[in-house]
């Protein structure tokens, strides 16, 4: 129940293209869902987050839909650049407690093809 | 650059022995969260302080340990040292009173165990 499921595990797509990444989760409990990008050899950088009560949110070319019911929300990259290449990560978190420990989904690398 | 610093970024050391990690994190931030970042496990959390006082748990095994002291920089110790111990260590810190989910992470350590 604590597992956050991440998809694909790595993707490929043109410059300009919308690469779409998909999490899952079981546990109802979980209320702030980050995600996360990280550069080889660099640490994760929080790129946008969202809360259950908000279907969508948007910062700058990216993009996170939120689906409570089905448990489900995705990362969306508008206009994807070469720069965009990296791996990403979702996560989740019970904020409940006041505390934020994130439990991270497997990771997506992605490459964007100049 | 997140303001989170930690030191060493490498450390190469034989099974059996002990190693000390060390993160400052960022400047007004009293929370320090603790992660292993290994191939087969992924990203996974380990433990975090607030304010000096140990928040939560998690997968931390019984041999590795973390204090943060006063001035808000925080340790991990890790003993004992196997071969499966290799793997990045991350710490991140968050805003004041850890009310934010916003987490910051550092650069890492690379932990090598031979």
């Known amino acids: 129940q604590q597992q956050v499921k991440q998809s694909p595990q790595s993707l490929i797509v043109q410059k300009g293209g919308i690469p779409i990444i998909n999490c899952a989760y079981e546990n109802t409990a979980f209320d702030y869902f980050p995600w996360y990008q990280q550069f080889p050899g660099k640490g994760p950088a929080l790129l946008i987050a969202i809360r259950p009560d908000v279907s969508e949110k948007k910062e700058g070319r990216f993009t996170i839909s939120f689906n409570k019911s089905a448990k489900q929300f995705s990362l969306h990259i508008m206009d994807s650049q070469p720069g965009d290449s990296a791996t990403y990560f979702c996560a989740a978190s019970d904020t409940t407690s006041g505390t934020y420990k994130y439990i991270f989904g497997t990771g997506t690398r992605l490459k964007v093809l100049a | 650059d997140s303001g989170v610093t930690q030191t060493p970024k490498h450390l190469i050391t034989a099974t059996g022995q002990r190693v000390t990690l060390r993160c400052s994190p960022r400047?007004?931030?009293?929370?320090v969260y603790w992660y292993q970042q290994s191939l087969d496990q992924g990203l996974q959390f380990l433990i975090q302080?607030?304010?000096?006082?140990?928040?939560a748990k998690g997968n931390i095994l019984e041999r590795f340990s973390a204090q943060q002291f006063p001035d808000l920089h925080s340790e991990l110790n890790l003993s004992s040292l196997e071969l499966g111990d290799s793997a990045l260590y991350f710490c991140a810190s968050s805003a004041r009173g850890g009310t934010s989910g916003e987490q910051y992470f550092g650069p890492g350590t690379r932990l090598t165990v031979t």
């Open positions: 302080y607030y304010n000096g006082e140990e928040r």
């Open positions: 400047s007004g931030d009293l929370s």
